[in-house]
């Protein structure tokens, strides 16, 4: 159940962390002005920070909370690295990708910019790490409750 439960969250997180990256991303990139070298809209770029502060929280909580299912990473990992080679396959049909799926606008050019430099291939292969630990497929047990417990018999000897 835990595995069946942590696919439909990886499923459902895969979107949203790259839509939101790619929100925060292009937020940023409007809230300032790099010839003048200044913020132009400090309050867009504190909520792009905001937003990109929130997917790389999501991002770390998924890959280091134990006991989590290892597929609530996997799902997002395989879905990005998938996008990102793909890219390299066949840059032009990936690039045309956001165009077809909604929302359109600023959102289309932040998709397209963090696949074409590699953003969602780093996070694919962030995302992919915890999958390998052995530990993430066991039956979930707590582990911290049995090294306490037992901790505590040794200092009572």
Request: glycine share 10%; aromatic share 12%; hydrophobic share 50%.
């Amino acid at each position: 159940m835990r595995h069946a439960f942590g696919f439909l969250l990886g499923l459902l997180l895969t979107p949203a962390l790259a839509y939101g990256a790619a929100w925060g991303y292009v937020q940023a990139g409007q809230s300032f002005d790099g010839s003048a070298q200044e913020i132009t809209d400090s309050t867009r770029m504190y909520g792009a920070f905001a937003l990109l502060a929130a997917v790389g929280l999501v991002m770390g909580v998924i890959i280091v909370a134990r006991w989590a299912s290892p597929l609530v990473s996997l799902v997002p990992a395989l879905a990005l690295l998938g996008l990102s080679v793909y890219f390299l396959i066949d840059p032009s049909r990936v690039l045309d990708l956001p165009g077809q799926v909604p929302p359109a606008g600023d959102l289309d050019f932040g998709l397209r910019m963090l696949t074409g430099s590699g953003v969602f291939g780093l996070m694919g292969f962030a995302l992919l790490m915890p999958t390998w630990a052995p530990r993430r497929w066991s039956p979930d047990r707590d582990d911290d409750e049995e090294a306490s417990e037992a901790y505590y018999q040794s200092v009572q000897r």
